[in-house]
């Protein structure tokens, strides 16, 4: 079925100048992109996109990574979008990331870990409406080429 997700580009991995391999990477494992902008998250923000992990003992060290720097953020659309953007980015550890993963390439430590992707159907439509409005975003379905 066709979905969307979110993806988005974490604070070293954006200023390594890493987004483009990115982007390069989603477009050529036919993750269609349907819309992107670059933001800086404030403590404040990133405590609203990341609350499902309010209380972990690592929560306040990711907040405060996560508003050090401008972060990409990414929807992107293909057929059983979620679990194969998941399957692509590669495990939460870069070190235990498959070959050819996006977190292989370009993470370096499990908080600078390169990517985030949402994990359920249901939290993809949360984290796309958390940073894009409906005129920022389109879906290929639409387009008549
Ligand atoms: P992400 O997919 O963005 O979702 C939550 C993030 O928390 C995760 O990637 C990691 O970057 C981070 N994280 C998870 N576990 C730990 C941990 N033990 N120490 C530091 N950061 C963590």
Redesign the pocket.
């Known amino acids: 079925m066709l979905e969307q997700s979110l993806l988005m580009v974490k604070p070293h991995a954006f200023t390594a100048k890493k987004t483009g391999t990115i982007i390069s990477m989603l477009e050529d494992n036919d993750f269609q992109i349907v819309g992107i902008k670059s933001i800086k998250l404030t403590p404040e923000l990133a405590r609203r996109f990341?609350f499902v992990?309010q209380g972990k003992e690592?929560f306040e060290?990711?907040i405060n990574y996560m508003s050090t720097g401008t972060v990409a953020a990414i929807c992107v659309e293909k057929d059983n979008c979620v679990a194969d953007l998941r399957k692509f980015i590669g495990a939460?550890d870069p070190a235990k990331a498959a070959e050819g993963t996006i977190r292989k390439i370009v993470g370096v430590t499990?908080?600078q870990?390169g990517v985030?992707a949402s994990d359920s159907v249901d939290n993809a439509r949360k984290e796309i409406r958390f940073f894009f409005s409906d005129i920022e975003l389109y879906s290929y379905r639409y387009l008549q080429y």
């Open positions: 990341y992990h690592f060290r990711l939460t499990v908080e870990n985030h």
